[in-house]
Every structure is written in structure tokens, then in C-alpha cells.
């Protein structure tokens, strides 16, 4: 079912004190996993590894086979807490994945032939993105790497909503199962600044008349 796959520990020592030795002394990032039928379960990963995992985009919308002291479990990344200023992961949550049973999780929106859209190549426009992920709802045997959003024929003054989206097959929109139809992208033309916009040529300042040069005695 997975082609992500990562080792991890349990763990007892809980608490927040207990996660900061973890990431001081170990160079471990704490995690838990909930869901399905089991109780939640506290766990540990190696930090180098599991940045490694996350530098590949699909890990975070595919199911990651994850070994826990050698007992593996499906499961999928449902949130990542990360360092203020740093980045790097400080607590990752993971949910477990039941076979037959739907799941909500997020997957990234992939924009393609931005360059060739009417909006850009024949009227002069500019596509802004207002979304770049969304919710969804899965059987895990249909979960979607990302969904792509054709913008080939995207017109200057049109905006594409959820509703525009050509889902893969078994995928509902979240959103839209509770009538919120939200824009993610618009086409328009480009933003003059204000300074552009008020911009004239300065006069040239008359020349200072050249001084009176003193006759020769």
C-alpha cells in the first residue's frame, strides 16, 4: 500500500520536558498516532530521517508504512509542528489508515499549463493562486498524490472555485460538502503601482546664465 516507509520507537517518557531531551540529547522528534481502533500511541523518530522523508512532497498527501519497533502501521501525516524560526519539525501527528474506511486528509493543487493559458499568452495577464492545497475525502486505496488544475483556458477577469475541479475517481471536496465553494486561482492583468501609474518626465531646469568672465587688464 505504501512506498514511504520510516522506523520509529515507542516511547514512555512523556511530557514536554521529556520531548526537549529527546530533540537536545537524541536529535529525536517526538510523535503520536491515533486513530482507527486502536488507543493513541507515543513514538519517536530519527530527525534526520524523517526530514529526509518530508523534502519529497508526496509524503505529506501518501501513505507512509510506518515500523514501530517492528510492527508496521499505515498511517498518514495529519499535522507537523515546527520550530518558529529554524523550520525544523519539533512534533509530528499521525492518524492511522483503515482500509474501507474513508479518511480526510489534505493534498496539494498542482497549476499546469499556466503558460499557455488565454489569459497569459493572448491577453497579457497575470494567474494568482488564492489556494494551494485542499481537504479531502478518500477511501485510502483511491488517495490522490495531488490534484491538477488545467489552466489552458482561464481568461482574464475569471476565477476557478472548488467546483472547477476535475477530481480523480472516489475524491469529494470537503468544502463543498458544506456549500463553501472557494475560489483558488484568478486570472487578471498586472497591478500598475502607484508610483508607475503617476509617473511623468520632470522639466529640464533652465541653464544658470554663465557669469561674466573679467576683461583682461
Not at 30 to 53: M, R
Amino acid at each position: 500500500m505504501s512506498d514511504f516507509n520510516i522506523d520509529a520507537q515507542a516511547r514512555s517518557d512523556l511530557g514536554k520536558g521529556a520531548s526537549r531531551r529527546l530533540r537536545r540529547n537524541a536529535s529525536l522528534v517526538p510523535a503520536v498516532i491515533y486513530g482507527g481502533e486502536k488507543a493513541p500511541q507515543s513514538i519517536s523518530l530519527v530527525a534526520k530521517d524523517f526530514a529526509k522523508l518530508l523534502e519529497n512532497e508526496a509524503s505529506f498527501s501518501h501513505i507512509l508504512s510506518l515500523s514501530v519497533d517492528g510492527a508496521k502501521e499505515n498511517v498518514l501525516i495529519k499535522a507537523l509542528q515546527r520550530h518558529p524560526s529554524k523550520g525544523f519539525v519539533l512534533h509530528a501527528d499521525f492518524i492511522r489508515v483503515v482500509a474501507g474506511q474513508k479518511l480526510t486528509t489534505q493534498v496539494p493543487l498542482h497549476f499546469i499549463n499556466e503558460d499557455k493559458a488565454v489569459a497569459v499568452k493572448k491577453q497579457g495577464g497575470e494567474i494568482s493562486h488564492t489556494a494551494t492545497e485542499v481537504e479531502i475525502s478518500v477511501l485510502p486505496r483511491n488517495l490522490p498524490e495531488f490534484i491538477e488544475v488545467d489552466m489552458a483556458k482561464i481568461e482574464v477577469g475569471q476565477t476557478l472555485h472548488l467546483s472547477d475541479l476535475v477530481l480523480p475517481k472516489g475524491v469529494e471536496l470537503v468544502a463543498l460538502a458544506h456549500d463553501s465553494d472557494l475560489a483558488v486561482a484568478n486570472a487578471h492583468m498586472p497591478r500598475v503601482t502607484k508610483a508607475e501609474d503617476l509617473e511623468v518626465d520632470a522639466p529640464e531646469a533652465p541653464e544658470a546664465p554663465a557669469a561674466d568672465a573679467p576683461e583682461a587688464e
